[in-house]
């Protein structure tokens, strides 16, 4: 054990000269401990390209850590992400028990996901967080507990706003309290940099920061990481991309496109495929009905059927978002769990299409990467490698859901009714 945090260390003295993601939140930080509130000018941070674009709290939240020198900071940075790394591993571990004794899923799962986890870190970005969060939600849900799980889902979008995603979920699966918590939760996280900024201020900057990061997105579409939802997608192949004027000098990409419509014949056809895809979703999630009906012997059906609701709702929210980059895939670990959980399970024909997805998405993501030359990096970057391999990890747990609903329904009836006699036995 002493020897693993050693290694953790020495590759922390790596990940830190290079970080990405973490020079902006300091330098930020630094600007906030200078006296200045404009955080959303162009020079607050790094840059035009490099500028700060979270809600008021994460600065306050974190500042503790701008009051210390640079490699201090961004060392204690790198330990919190290998701390939410550990957090997600743990939630897995817990909510899929059946992984528990299997080295060869386990394999499969760190194939198939670590180049994210090891782009995070060397990224030092604060969606690696989010995600820790959002599984930390989901865990305290299948253990009922509604009010953590809303305050840890309401950090998470504060944080980052993806999760908003995940929210009509849970008012199709009647998560009333929950909700409600993170309407709560929500407020008083972002009330609370009042007390540091004033009420007025604080109201202005949530202002700013919506017109800056909401209402106008185009610049960072074009000058920030390649996109990787539908909507990158569907920009990259459908309309030609000058990178050339990429303002930050990173210009290396190839075009792929097939046709050359504007962004603005663009946007609604992504919001239609969107919404097709979310549609489906939610209908596949309500075929099963309302679960506070089912019985106490299929609490085990019943959470399986959760975790793959869930892993369903990761993958449409890599696949809708306005903006996907190659870290947002962190959140693939719960998705690609599910499936290796379910062909660790039993041999059936659902085993089996599990194991082949997991095998392709764990080969795909451990040979790419090591493909020589930036040339070949930056094309499967544009073709968009990460979101193909987010649609099949995305149908292959649609498909699995929709199968279960024959083995749920024969499992249902009888047990349920016999549960309702002893019920009603004097």
Same mark, same amino acid.
């Given at each position: 054990?002493?020897?693993?945090?050693?290694?953790?260390?020495?590759?922390?003295?790596?990940?830190?000269?290079?970080?990405?993601?973490?020079?902006?939140?300091?330098?930020?930080?630094?600007?906030?401990?200078?006296?200045?509130?404009?955080?959303?000018?162009?020079?607050?941070?790094?840059?035009?390209?490099?500028?700060?674009?979270?809600?008021?709290?994460?600065?306050?939240?974190?500042?503790?850590?701008?009051?210390?020198?640079?490699?201090?900071?961004?060392?204690?940075?790198?330990?919190?992400?290998?701390?939410?790394?550990?957090?997600?591993?743990?939630?897995?571990?817990? /909510?899929?028990?059946?992984?528990?004794?299997?080295?060869?899923?386990?394999?499969?799962?760190?194939?198939?996901?670590?180049?994210?986890?090891?782009?995070?870190?060397?990224?030092?970005?604060?969606?690696?967080?989010?995600?820790?969060?959002?599984?930390?939600?989901?865990?305290?849900?299948?253990?009922?507990?509604?009010?953590?799980?809303?305050?840890?889902?309401?950090?998470?979008?504060?944080?980052?706003?993806?999760?908003?995603?995940?929210?009509?979920?849970?008012?199709?699966?009647?998560?009333?309290?929950?909700?409600?918590?993170? /309407?709560?939760?929500?407020?008083?996280?972002?009330?609370?940099?009042?007390?540091?900024?004033?009420?007025?201020?604080?109201?202005?900057?949530?202002?700013?920061?919506?017109?800056?990061?909401?209402?106008?997105?185009?610049?960072?579409?074009?000058?920030?990481?390649?996109?990787?939802?539908?909507?990158?997608?569907?920009?990259?192949?459908?309309?030609?991309?000058?990178?050339?004027?990429?303002?930050?000098?990173?210009?290396?990409?190839?075009?792929?496109?097939?046709?050359?419509?504007?962004?603005?014949?663009?946007?609604?056809?992504?919001?239609?495929?969107?919404?097709?895809?979310?549609?489906?979703?939610?209908?596949?999630?309500?075929?099963?009905?309302?679960?506070?009906?089912?019985?106490?012997?299929?609490?085990?059906?019943?959470?399986?059927?959760?975790?793959?609701?869930?892993?369903?709702?990761?993958?449409?929210?890599?696949?809708?978002?306005?903006?996907?980059?190659?870290?947002?895939?962190?959140?693939?670990?719960?998705?690609?769990?599910?499936?290796?959980?379910?062909?660790?399970?039993?041999?059936?024909?659902?085993?089996?299409?599990?194991?082949?997805?997991?095998?392709?998405?764990?080969?795909?993501?451990?040979?790419?990467?090591?493909?020589?030359?930036?040339?070949?990096?930056?094309?499967?970057?544009?073709?968009?490698?990460?979101?193909?391999?987010?649609?099949?990890?995305?149908?292959?747990?649609?498909?699995?859901?929709?199968?279960?609903?024959?083995?749920?329904?024969?499992?249902?009836?009888?047990?349920?009714?016999? /549960?309702?006699?002893?019920?009603?036995?004097?």
């Amino acid at each position: 054990m002493i020897l693993v945090y050693l290694v953790l260390a020495l590759l922390g003295l790596l990940f830190i000269r290079n970080l990405v993601d973490f020079p902006v939140y300091y330098a930020a930080g630094q600007s906030l401990l200078s006296g200045r509130t404009d955080l959303y000018a162009s020079d607050f941070a790094l840059g035009r390209v490099m500028d700060y674009r979270y809600l008021p709290l994460f600065l306050i939240l974190f500042m503790p850590l701008w009051l210390v020198p640079y490699s201090t900071s961004a060392f204690i940075w790198y330990l919190l992400c290998i701390f939410e790394i550990t957090a997600c591993v743990i939630v897995i571990r817990r /909510v899929f028990p059946s992984l528990s004794g299997s080295w060869k899923m386990w394999l499969l799962i760190a194939l198939s996901t670590s180049q994210y986890f090891v782009m995070a870190i060397h990224y030092g970005n604060v969606h690696l967080l989010a995600i820790a969060l959002l599984f930390g939600c989901f865990y305290f849900l299948t253990n009922g507990r509604d009010t953590i799980a809303g305050l840890l889902m309401a950090f998470a979008i504060t944080l980052k706003m993806t999760p908003v995603v995940l929210l009509p979920y849970f008012a199709v699966k009647r998560r009333w309290k929950m909700l409600g918590m993170v /309407v709560i939760f929500l407020a008083a996280l972002n009330i609370a940099p009042a007390l540091y900024f004033g009420f007025s201020q604080n109201i202005r900057l949530i202002r700013m920061w919506y017109d800056h990061v909401i209402s106008s997105q185009e610049f960072h579409e074009d000058n920030g990481p390649i996109n990787l939802s539908l909507k990158g997608e569907l920009r990259r192949y459908l309309s030609m991309i000058d990178y050339s004027k990429r303002v930050d000098g990173d210009v290396q990409y190839p075009e792929i496109n097939v046709g050359s419509f504007s962004r603005e014949t663009i946007e609604p056809i992504w919001i239609v495929f969107s919404s097709i895809a979310f549609v489906l979703a939610i209908l596949i999630v309500l075929a099963r009905g309302d679960p506070s009906q089912r019985v106490i012997e299929q609490k085990e059906l019943t959470n399986q059927r959760f975790s793959g609701e869930i892993a369903l709702m990761l993958c449409l929210m890599l696949f809708v978002g306005p903006l996907t980059s190659k870290i947002y895939f962190v959140a693939l670990l719960w998705p690609v769990a599910h499936l290796a959980s379910i062909a660790e399970r039993n041999k059936s024909r659902n085993a089996q299409l599990a194991t082949g997805v997991l095998l392709i998405v764990a080969v795909a993501n451990s040979v790419l990467p090591l493909l020589p030359g930036r040339s070949v990096q930056r094309l499967l970057l544009v073709v968009g490698v990460d979101f193909y391999l987010n649609c099949l990890v995305m149908a292959a747990v649609a498909l699995l859901l929709i199968a279960s609903y024959r083995v749920i329904r024969s499992q249902s009836g009888e047990p349920q009714m016999r /549960v309702q006699s002893a019920a009603k036995a004097p």
